[in-house]
């Protein structure tokens, strides 16, 4: 696609229910990110995924958050059992490693709004 | 490891002031440095970026030069106008990895 895409834009849930976000990343990018960005604060990063290597985790506030990316391509992140400091806005980027060892550009979708009431 | 450090905002200047947003780094290796801006109601864009020590990066007026030696990469404008009212992030990629950290953003908001 032309930009990163992700879903839903809004998306408002109970306490205790599960929710996945998707992201659909730029065509042929190898590295997708996913930041979380609440109210007030700055990028908080959760994991990433490089081409197939091992994602890095390391960003994952609690064994509640997961995420998953199929074929390469789409990412899926999930929250189980959300709770309301969870409400956040959900970004996800990605970029083109290619040949270039730095200097890749990363590239924002416009995020997923979740509210945790 | 890896730190992105900004000034903290929010920063309110008038229409033509001079903008400077502060930014420093740790980083193990030679990272990319970058700006991102995040104009109300929309996603983080690239602004400018630096991929090696002296570097200047440039685009819309703003300006931010990779200094190794007091690892910094401040953001600067000579006159601001009141439509660059934003979020601004500083970022670093290391070359291991390509992994990506960002400061924790300064608001700039500028008035008539």
């Known amino acids: 696609g032309a930009g990163v895409s992700q879903s839903p834009s809004n998306k408002v849930t109970e306490k205790g229910k599960d929710v996945e976000l998707r992201c659909d990343p730029i065509?042929?990018?190898?590295?997708l990110y996913w930041y979380r960005q609440s109210l007030g604060q700055g990028l908080e990063f959760l994991i990433y995924?490089?081409?197939?290597?091992?994602?890095?985790k390391s960003g994952l506030p609690s064994d509640r958050f997961s995420a998953e990316r199929t074929g390469g391509s789409v990412s899926t992140l999930t929250i189980q059992r959300t709770q309301q400091e969870d409400s956040a806005v959900y970004l996800c980027?990605?970029?083109?490693?290619?040949?270039?060892?730095?200097?890749?550009?990363?590239?924002f979708g416009e995020g997923s709004w979740l509210t945790v009431v | 490891g890896n730190s992105v450090t900004q000034m903290e905002g929010p920063v309110t200047l008038s229409e033509e002031a001079f903008l400077t947003i502060n930014c420093t780094y740790t980083?193990?290796?030679?990272?990319?440095l970058f700006w991102y801006v995040q104009y109300p109601g929309e996603g983080l864009q690239l602004l400018l970026k630096a991929t090696k020590a002296d570097d200047k990066g440039s685009n819309k007026g703003f300006e931010a030069t990779y200094r190794k030696e007091t690892t910094s990469f401040h953001l600067e404008k000579g006159s601001v106008q009141v439509s660059d009212s934003a979020v601004y992030f500083c970022?670093?990629?290391?070359?291991?990895?390509?992994?990506?950290?960002f400061g924790t953003g300064t608001s700039l908001t500028v008035i008539p």
């Open positions: 980027a990605s970029s083109f490693t290619g040949t270039e060892s730095s200097g890749n550009t990363i590239y």
């Open positions: 995924f490089q081409g197939n290597s091992a994602p890095d």
């Open positions: 980083a193990t290796g030679y990272p990319s």
């Open positions: 065509s042929g990018h190898t590295a």
């Open positions: 970022a670093l990629e290391v070359t291991t990895g390509n992994q990506f950290y």
